[in-house]
DNA sequence: GTCAGGTACCATGCATGGCACAGTACCCGG
DNA sequence: CCGGGTACTGTGCCATGCATGGTACCTGAC
């Protein structure tokens, strides 16, 4: 077993449900720019604080769009360590994804609407 | 059994995820202008778009409030149909808001530094 | 060699929260 | 007295984040 990533132990309960469904599409953000593999994600996103998250919430996610076609996936040598599997968008992921961002926008502000007095 | 608000059918899945974790702060921050009830802060949710949602939704998210404290409520006569349960904030409930309203803005941007490329 | 430690991946089970569905109760007008 | 509108309640499903507990591979020290 290994620990997960140093940082904090995890954010308080209402970061843990704002994150529900936005992790997923900001994996497939990422993934926009190129092949990303699970570790790598999980350093990437756990660079901005409000998303750090576990090996135990990407890998379900990443199996999840996987299974429903969103990204295609090939293993590959690492330099050293363990063989990587590359997770790339497919044309569905793309799809998905701007789909997302069209809604994101209003959704936002939406919650910005309420929330400012 | 009634039917749900008129409007759309309920939104795609990606918005019902989305929902998750802010529909509690949104009412919340409705609660802080005075008392509502129920079918009236349905109503107002349902006045932006992206937040519609339903009865089945917003009845046990009130119970959830007042089984943890963050709200009260006090039954009133209507001037024409039953009693309505008016909901009202407490001092856990401004807390809370307030403890929010301070994360969104952070969660906000950490999902546009993802989104936008 | 072999073995400890780091890297990388996977599976199971739980809690949460939105939602559909179904039901109860009250009030009014005809 | 009864149909329709208003308002509240409860049950059960599903998706998702997360904790937990692994497995497998590789490298370097000894």
Sequence with gaps: MVPDIAGKPAAGKAESQLRKGVLE??????????????????????AVNV???SQGTIYPLLSRLRRDG??????????SGPPRRYYEL???????LKEFTA???????????????
């Design 25 to 46: 599409y900001c994996v497939l953000a990422l993934l926009r720019e190129g092949p990303r593999y699970g570790v790598e994600l999980l350093e990437t996103l756990g």
């Design 51 to 53: 998303m750090v998250t």
């Design 70 to 79: 969103l990204v295609e996936t090939r293993w590959q040598e690492s330099p």
């Design 90 to 96: 497919t044309p569905s992921g793309h799809t998905a």
């Design 103 to 117: 809604i994101w926008p209003h959704f936002r502000e939406a919650v910005d609407h309420f929330i400012t007095d």
